[in-house]
């Protein structure tokens, strides 16, 4: 009997992501094979779901809805529903859609296979909700969708209590891991052939707050930036409440931290930020900023901001677009503001006509456009070293091009190596030649290809005969290799 394949459709953020690279490990682990891209169906489809957007639940249960007549027609067929919608939801899912299998949380996604073996015995529902972490994700089994580079989460849920986000309700309280964990995780990715890792939480450069030590994110840089092999660190998403000089130094004098900082603003309204519960203003973000430059001249800064929070008027407004200005943001993550549901923002007065809603955040994408193109004009004759990505440039078959992650993270499509093959985790040094807002073009051959254990482990997975990967489908700009944030995506649901 061939064994039982299964898709994971992943929504949210990268802790969404990395908790689906968990669920198909766990799955294969299980006996289960990853169903070919492009087939008809999978015997079992897990949805790792998002509860960030206000109509997070109408799309779930539309896409549930879809699957009926392939489940009647699918004799054993299995549909399973994880993640923060499922822990908000619970019982409401399988009265809603009772075609539905199992209902797992975010606290408990290492007993998916045995909520799927149950459910198929007793020919039931399973619904499993947990209220605190039973496994830290990263110490399941996974399967990653790069062979180069890697997330590796140091912390999961939140401590603050920000009006628009939802998370703390959902993750939990923040838990981190012990450095000696996540070093070893780190260690033994790159002795797998991972060259860049992205240390991820909630709020990460928090981590070290259940042991009191504020200093703990600096060293964990540090400490990680002496792991042998390893080539690239990055991190997201921090807080700027959080962020404290020694993590700047950490950034600066750490040879493999990438100068690359995103950091979310949401709002440059001290009044707007009051009301979010964020715990700064104007004049701290952008100290930090200043401070960075000082330290990094050639950090690439991105952020996320909101757009027609409650209450926010034309003067708020006006701010947001001051620190646009002051900040020069390479990129910016820009969010219409819509109610949360379970969130204090959804009840407050003065929430804000669609049709401004719209117009101020033409006017702000258009500034962060100009911002965007003129900073990457400056990249314009620089060489840099370009990690060759997979899936990253979508024209790169019509074009003849490769494409890739500068150390600050910029986008660079790049001519391909004459003479020399460049795989998925090699190094490729070019010379950039033109800017757009988005993205950078090297247009000359290559001036040097680095041949990479990364690369080597690219072709060692290729080579062997194993089902494609299915997408994942991100509600943020998506992570195939775990590029990361915020030129592929941005952090912690988008609302640190």
């Not at 700064?280 to 991105?302: C, F, H, N, S, W």
């Not at 996320?304 to 947001?320: C, L, R, S, Y």
């Not at 314009?380 to 600050?408: F, H, I, N, Q, Y």
Request: include cysteine.
């Amino acid at each position: 009997m061939s064994a039982r394949t299964y898709e994971v459709r992943t929504y949210g953020c990268q802790m969404n992501v990395h908790d689906s690279e968990r669920l198909s490990g766990l799955l294969e682990g299980a006996g289960y094979v990853r169903a070919p891209e492009g087939s008809d169906g999978a015997d079992v489809v897990v949805f790792n779901t998002c509860a960030v957007r206000e109509n997070a639940d109408n799309r779930l249960y539309g896409n549930l809805g879809q699957l009926v007549p392939k489940k009647a027609a699918r004799p054993g067929m299995q549909i399973a529903v994880g993640g923060c919608l499922a822990q908000k939801d619970r019982d409401t899912i399988v009265k809603r859609a009772p075609w539905v299998d199992v209902v797992f949380g975010t606290h408990n996604i290492g007993q998916l296979p045995v909520l799927l073996e149950r459910a198929r015995i007793a020919e039931e529902a399973q619904v499993e909700i947990v209220e605190s972490l039973e496994t830290f994700p990263s110490t399941l089994p996974s399967r990653r969708e790069s062979a180069y580079a890697a997330w590796v989460a140091i912390s999961v849920g939140c401590n603050n209590t920000c009006t628009f986000c939802i998370v703390p309700a959902l993750r939990g309280k923040e838990k981190d891991r012990r450095p000696g964990d996540v070093l070893a995780e780190v260690e033994a990715l790159v002795a797998e052939g991972v060259i860049e890792v992205t240390l991820l939480g909630q709020n990460v450069n928090a981590y070290g707050s259940d042991i009191g030590d504020r200093e703990a994110f600096g060293k964990l840089l540090r400490a990680t930036g002496a792991v042998e092999g390893l080539e690239r660190i990055r991190f997201t998403s921090p807080h700027p409440r959080d962020f404290t000089d020694d993590v700047i130094a950490a950034m600066a004098q750490t040879p493999t931290v990438m100068h690359q900082l995103h950091m979310p603003l949401q709002s440059g309204s001290d009044r707007v930020l009051k009301a979010m519960r964020r715990s700064y203003r104007q004049d701290r973000y952008l100290g930090i900023i200043e401070k960075v430059r000082a330290a990094m001249p050639d950090a690439a800064i991105t952020t996320d901001i909101i757009v027609g929070f409650p209450g926010e008027t034309e003067e708020d407004f006006e701010q947001t677009l001051h620190v646009v200005r002051e900040a020069r943001f390479a990129q910016a993550f820009t969010f219409q503001y819509s109610k949360r549901p379970g969130t204090p923002a959804a009840e407050m007065d003065g929430q804000i006509p669609k049709a401004v809603v719209q117009e101020r955040y033409e006017r702000l994408v258009a500034l962060q456009e100009e911002i965007s193109w003129e900073q990457n004009k400056t990249q314009v004759g620089r060489t840099v070293e370009v990690l060759v990505a997979e899936g990253e440039g979508r024209k790169d078959d019509a074009t003849r091009r490769l494409s890739g992650r500068a150390p600050d993270n910029r986008l660079v499509h790049f001519e391909r190596p004459e003479g020399e093959q460049a795989r998925p985790g090699d190094m490729v040094t070019v010379e950039i030649t033109y800017a757009a807002p988005h993205h950078l073009l090297a247009e000359r051959p290559a001036l040097a290809v680095r041949r990479t254990r990364a690369g080597d482990a690219w072709e060692r997975r290729t080579a062997a005969p194993a089902p494609q990967p299915a997408g994942v489908m991100l509600g943020l700009p998506t992570v195939g290799a775990p590029v990361p944030a915020p030129m592929a995506a941005t952090g912690g649901c988008a609302v640190d």
